[in-house]
C-alpha cells in the first residue's frame, strides 16, 4: 500500500514561502490521484490542492495564484509550492492519495471523498 510522509513544514513570516514535499514508497505515486488537504486550530479539514496521474490539477480559490502543485515521477514525490503566505494558512498539512487508477477530475475524488490513504501531517506557522 502506498505510503507517504510530508515534510518541509515550519514557522514563516506573512509574505514568505515554503515548500512542502510529500514522498511515498512501496508503489508509485503517479498512478494515483493526490492532493493536499489542511487542517486550522479549531477548525475541520480543507481542500488546497490535487493532481491527477495524468498531471491535471486543480486548486482551492483561497490559494489560487500563490500556491502550485507538482509531481516528479522521477522522485516519487509530489510537491506545494506556497508563496505570499498568509496568517490565515496556519495549519497542518496533509498528503493523501485515492486508490490507484482514478482518473478524470480530481476535484471529484475530493467532493466523494476518494482520499483514503493520508500521511502524518507537516505544520506550517505563519507568524511574524
Known amino acids: 500500500q502506498l505510503q507517504l510522509v510530508e515534510s518541509g513544514g515550519g514557522l514563516v513570516q506573512p509574505g514568505g514561502s515554503l515548500r512542502l514535499s510529500c514522498a511515498a514508497s512501496r508503489s508509485t505515486l503517479r498512478f494515483y490521484t493526490a492532493g493536499w488537504f489542511r487542517q486550522a486550530p479549531g477548525k475541520e479539514r480543507e481542500w488546497v490542492s490535487c493532481i491527477n496521474p495524468t498531471g491535471d490539477s486543480a486548486l482551492a480559490d483561497s490559494v489560487k495564484g500563490r500556491f502550485t502543485i507538482s509531481r516528479d515521477n522521477a522522485k516519487n514525490t509530489m510537491y506545494l509550492q506556497m508563496n505570499s503566505l498568509e496568517p490565515e494558512d496556519t495549519a497542518d498539512y496533509y498528503c493523501?492519495?485515492?486508490?490507484?487508477?482514478?482518473?478524470?477530475?480530481?476535484?471529484?475524488?475530493?467532493?466523494?471523498?476518494?482520499?483514503?490513504?493520508w500521511g502524518q501531517g507537516t505544520q506550517v506557522t505563519v507568524s511574524s
Open positions: 493523501a492519495a485515492t486508490p490507484p487508477g482514478i482518473l478524470g477530475d480530481c476535484v471529484h475524488a475530493v467532493v466523494t471523498k476518494r482520499f483514503l490513504n
